[in-house]
């Protein structure tokens, strides 16, 4: 399967980070040109503290990540675009929280967009990232058909074109006090199934898909807990709306 990657240049995001509530989630928004990331040819590695720099959203060929998005996108290959290189986006998620209002979500950094290739493809699947208070998993928005979900650490909410994943994600030093104060919530769209017919197997699965991908956000953002270590077990909970 053809997958193409592209990574936004080093502090050059692509994306950058939006207002919370100020503009529609399906907006366009103007972009800095995508630099192609490319492995040198050479005869060593050089060694890499860390992980790579599109570990948060890069998708291995096989790997159940892999096969979750190419159910959810109903496509064989897609694009990977990325919108922060892994030190960008630990910094960009630092400082938000450093100066988040009292009882604020916080501005969301973009970070993942998957489009989908193919003669009827259309639409396309993003994750975004941001703080949001503790309350916000309760109060957040439930649109028709959603699901709820409950994981080890987690909670989350899907319906055919969003879904949301609020972790509890203790950072380490002086901002462990106030991680203590916040969730991390995973803000994914799929307008992949806009005009879809609804399907509660697509919606398990795309919450499935934004487990895995936030399970790496959290881990290079460094959360002492370690939230969503183990693999999901996708079961809705019973008062979701049927």
């Not at 979900?149 to 989350?156: L, N, P, R, S, V």
Request: net charge neutral.
């Amino acid at each position: 399967m053809a997958v193409t990657r592209t990574v936004a240049p080093r502090r050059r995001a692509i994306w950058g980070t939006r207002h919370p509530r100020g503009f529609s989630r399906f907006a366009v928004t103007l972009a800095l040109p995508l630099a192609v990331l490319t492995t040198a040819c050479s005869g060593e590695e050089p060694a890499q503290a860390g992980p790579p720099d599109d570990y948060v959203c890069d998708i291995a060929s096989g790997s159940a990540e892999e096969k979750l998005l190419r159910q959810v996108i109903r496509a064989d290959s897609f694009e990977t675009r990325i919108g922060n290189r892994v030190p960008d986006f630990v910094e960009k998620m630092t400082i938000n929280l450093r100066g988040k209002p009292e009882g604020r979500v916080t501005l969301s950094v973009r970070q993942c967009e998957y489009l989908p290739k193919g003669a009827h493809a259309d639409g396309q699947a993003t994750i975004e990232y941001k703080w949001a208070p503790l309350t916000e998993a309760e109060t957040g928005r439930d649109a028709e058909g959603t699901r709820s979900y409950k994981f080890d650490g987690a909670t989350g909410k899907s319906n055919d074109v969003m879904t949301d994943l609020y972790v509890q994600c203790d950072l380490p030093g002086e901002l462990n006090a106030q991680s203590k104060k916040v969730l991390l919530h995973a803000d994914a769209s799929f307008t992949v199934n806009l005009g879809q017919v609804k399907d509660h197997g697509t919606q398990d699965q795309q919450m499935s898909f934004v487990h895995n991908m936030t399970r790496r956000a959290t881990e290079v953002l460094g959360c002492e807990n370690k939230p969503l270590a183990k693999d999901p077990v996708v079961k809705p909970l019973p008062e979701s709306t049927p």
